[in-house]
Each structure stands twice: as structure tokens, then as C-alpha cells.
């Protein structure tokens, strides 16, 4: 008698459950079919250390598997990248001398024009994509020059060591130009400094470069996980941080209005960085931008899995892929991520 009360009780529960998700879930290929997100080679932004001198290959310690590697060792690296489908690098420099205005990245003889050159020549369908910023080769380690009355530039109207704006513009606006020469496709700023996309726009259409592009860090933010890229490209600033530049994590609007920004100013592809920390950021200018988007996995959500991983406390393999597949979920075009050779590896590609 009670069985049948408990039986008949059941229908009535589920009688209206016609609509039932798990059906596509009950095996691997209806899974397959119902996938919504797939990872491909084609949409990872592989990220080069480049350093001075020769012949070296230096692992970062902070970032197991990464290495700064010397001009003469990225010929190898380079068809190793494209043979695996990935369609560009993103090169950062560590050049031997640093100085107040970081003169290594706008010389035709610095260490990224001499990369440029050694890539495209290896690899020459690989699109180069050259990070544009001066924390690498500034003495001081921030994104241009600074307010000092020592370097010809200062304003007393602003504080002392205030990255100066319109003079660092200048300085984007030669080093772009000199990357281009060396065969860039692409120009990256990364600096956040006000109108970093025009400026580096009209000094390439000026320098006979109309046809290079400019992806444009659009909203970065004062993150703390990019503290393993900062020993990666001895870029860690010398004093202070680098908060008078890069977005607060705090908000949202801002970060809104500074990818506005740079779609007016005519950026060809626009970034949000870091990657994880900032998904509703990414799907919210998915929904309002229709420029291709990427975003950047950094040095710390790398680092952050590596260190699981080698404690046992995580699947390496599975959980850079649900990061990698999730950034794309949200927005991402493009990743530019540090595991980008492992996870085509781990695709099966
Ligand atoms: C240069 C630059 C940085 C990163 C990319 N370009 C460092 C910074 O802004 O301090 C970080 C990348 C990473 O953490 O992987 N400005």
C-alpha cells in the first residue's frame, strides 16, 4: 500500500519534467555535439622572452617551461611554434644596457628589431606581434619617461618620477616605427598611457607603415599576477608601482571607457589583461565592441597552475585547458597565454 502511495508520488514529481539538459550529457559524443567552446591553434598568441647576448636559454624560474632565450636560439624556437598551428608571437626584450629612456627599443639594432628580424626570416608566416611598452629598457623600470629634472624632462606642475605622458608618447611612437621596419606585423602597446593607439597609429601611417596593425592592451589592469613576468623581463619597477598608469582592479566602467577610447582611436585588435580576473570585463566588451578581442592569461594565472600542479593539488593538463576554454567562453578571440604549445600538444594537434 505504501509503495504505491511513494510510486504514484514519483509521476506526479517528474510528469512535467520534459525539459531534461542531462540528456545531451549521458555520453562522450552527444557531449562532443552539444560543445559549445572549442580550443584551436589558430586562436592561442604564443609570448617570447627575448634577451641579449648569445647562445643562452635561461628558464624562469617562476614560470616553469618558459625561458628567456638569446636572437640565435628563435629560428628553432620559431618553426616549433608555427609547425604546431600557432598563428603569432608576442615578443618582450631584455636588453643589456637599460637608460632613462630606454633607448634599446627604438634602435634599429635593439634586441626586438634584431628578434623581429631573425623570426620572420626562420618563420616567415608567423605573424610577429611586438609588446610596445618601456618597463623593459628604462633603468627605472616604469612604461616611459619620467618627471626628473636629470632627463630634460620635467614639469613642475607634476610630481617627481610621474610618468610623463606626452614625451612617452613620442618615445611609442619611434620604437613602433623601428619594429615596424624590422618587419613587425603587429604593434602591441601595453603601457596605458592616454592615447598610446593614435599616437603609434599616425606615426606608422606617417612612416610609410599603414599596413601595420595595433592591438592594443585596451584595459589593463594594476595587477598583481604579473609579478613572475616582472623577473621574466627584469621590468619590476624601481620605485613605486604602477598604479598612475594601469586601471585599478576595482572598476569596471573605467575599463569600459578606456576600450572605447581605443576603438576610436583606430586600435585594429583590442585586450583586456589579466585573463581570469577580468571575464565580465571581457564579455561585456564582447557584447558592446565588434573588434576581435583577446585576452592575456598572465605570468601569474600561469604560474598560480604550474604551482598546483607540482604540488599535486592540481591536474595540469585539465585545468589550463578549462582556463583556457573558459577565457574563451567569456569573449576571448584570442589567448595570448604561455601554455599556448602545451595545450595544442594536449589537444592532440
Ligand atoms: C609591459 C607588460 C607587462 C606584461 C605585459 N606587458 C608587465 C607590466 O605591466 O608590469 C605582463 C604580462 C604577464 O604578466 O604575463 N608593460
Not at 595595433?214 to 623577473?231: H, I, L, N, T
Not at 576600450?259 to 558592446?288: T, W
Request: net charge negative.
Amino acid at each position: 500500500m505504501t509503495e504505491v502511495k511513494i510510486e504514484s508520488a514519483q509521476k506526479t514529481a517528474t510528469a512535467g519534467l520534459s525539459v531534461r539538459p542531462r540528456r545531451l550529457r549521458l555520453s562522450l559524443a552527444l557531449r562532443r555535439m552539444a560543445r559549445e567552446t572549442e580550443l584551436t591553434p589558430a586562436d592561442f598568441i604564443y609570448p617570447l622572452f627575448v634577451r641579449y647576448g648569445s647562445d643562452r636559454q635561461v628558464p624562469i624560474d617562476s614560470m616553469p617551461g618558459c625561458s628567456q632565450l638569446t636572437v640565435d636560439k628563435l629560428a628553432a624556437e620559431a618553426g616549433e611554434i608555427a609547425a604546431l598551428g600557432i598563428p603569432a608571437v608576442l615578443l618582450f626584450g631584455i636588453p643589456e644596457h637599460k637608460d632613462w629612456h630606454g633607448s634599446d627599443n627604438f634602435s634599429d639594432d635593439g634586441v626586438i628589431p634584431r628578434a623581429i628580424r631573425a623570426i620572420k626570416e626562420a618563420a616567415p608566416a608567423l605573424a610577429v606581434i611586438s609588446d610596445m611598452c618601456f618597463c623593459e629598457y628604462t633603468d627605472h623600470g616604469h612604461c616611459g619617461i619620467i618627471n626628473s629634472p636629470e632627463n630634460g624632462h620635467f614639469d613642475p606642475a607634476l610630481p617627481l618620477g610621474y610618468l610623463l605622458n606626452d614625451p612617452t608618447l613620442e618615445l611609442l611612437g619611434e620604437a613602433s616605427l623601428a619594429h615596424a621596419r624590422a618587419g613587425a606585423d603587429i604593434i602591441a602597446p601595453s603601457g596605458m598611457i592616454d592615447g598610446m593607439v593614435a599616437g603609434i597609429r599616425s606615426a606608422l601611417d606617417v612612416g610609410g607603415f599603414s599596413h601595420v596593425a595595433v592591438m592594443s592592451y585596451a584595459a589593463k589592469y594594476a595587477s598583481v599576477f604579473y609579478g613572475p613576468f616582472r623577473d621574466a623581463s627584469h621590468s619590476a619597477p624601481g620605485f613605486g608601482d604602477r598604479a598612475q598608469y594601469q586601471l585599478d582592479p576595482a572598476n569596471r566602467r573605467e575599463a569600459l571607457k578606456e576600450i572605447a577610447l581605443d576603438v576610436e582611436q583606430g586600435a585594429d585588435i583590442l585586450m583586456v589583461k589579466p585573463a581570469m580576473p577580468s571575464l565580465d570585463i571581457l564579455n561585456e566588451a564582447r557584447r558592446r565592441f565588434e573588434l576581435p578581442l583577446a585576452a592575456y592569461q598572465v605570468s601569474g594565472e600561469y604560474a598560480m597552475i604550474q604551482a598546483a600542479a607540482r604540488q599535486g593539488w592540481l591536474d595540469l593538463e585539465k585545468s589550463a585547458l578549462e582556463s583556457l576554454t573558459c577565457i574563451k567562453r567569456a569573449g576571448a578571440d584570442l589567448i595570448v597565454t604561455y601554455f599556448a604549445k602545451d595545450a595544442i600538444r594536449w589537444l592532440g594537434g
